[in-house]
């Protein structure tokens, strides 16, 4: 319910102060591991993949993807509000996540596909997706937004180095 704000599980007062020391807090703790997030929507259809790199061996985590929609009008109630932002219109596969186990450097890659039609989305070209990593205790340990249409590539290989807009050599 509103306004109540949570920060890694954990209730915040809503005042400037609880707020910027949390988040202060926040960007200053080490994040466990990396994410990178794709989706395309063909259709009413949501293809959602996410690939995720451990720095340390982490056990009973769960994955969370949200797909949310940008804004929307239609979902207003009575009280005089004419726009809702990032409002959480799916979790797949659900809203207990995926469980996993990371190993330190061993990715992994989780994958879902959903027909979104039974929901309540106006625009399908207004949508993202959020993946977050969560425990037990709904500590979060990493989040970030998919990308949408985007291919990662699997080569990583690195062709040249610049210092100052000018090409490091020997490289």
Known sequence: ???????????????????????????????????AGSHSISGTTID???????????????IHLVVFENTTYGNTGDNGETAFHHVMMKMLPDAYGTNVDLLDR????????FDLANTFIEEYDDLGVLIFVQDEAQY???????????????????QEVLVDNAVLNPF
């Open 1 to 35: 319910g509103l306004p109540h704000l949570f920060g890694d599980g954990h209730h915040l007062t809503t005042d400037i102060e609880a707020v910027d020391t949390f988040f202060n807090a926040s960007v200053n703790s080490p994040a466990f591991m990396s994410l």
């Open 106 to 113: 061993e990715p992994i890659s989780i994958h879902e596909q």
């Open 48 to 62: 959602v993949t996410t690939n995720i790199l451990s720095y340390a061996n982490l056990s009973n985590l769960h």
């Open 140 to 158: 979060i340990f990493q989040s970030d937004y998919s990308i949408e249409n985007v291919v990662y590539s699997g080569e990583s290989r690195l």
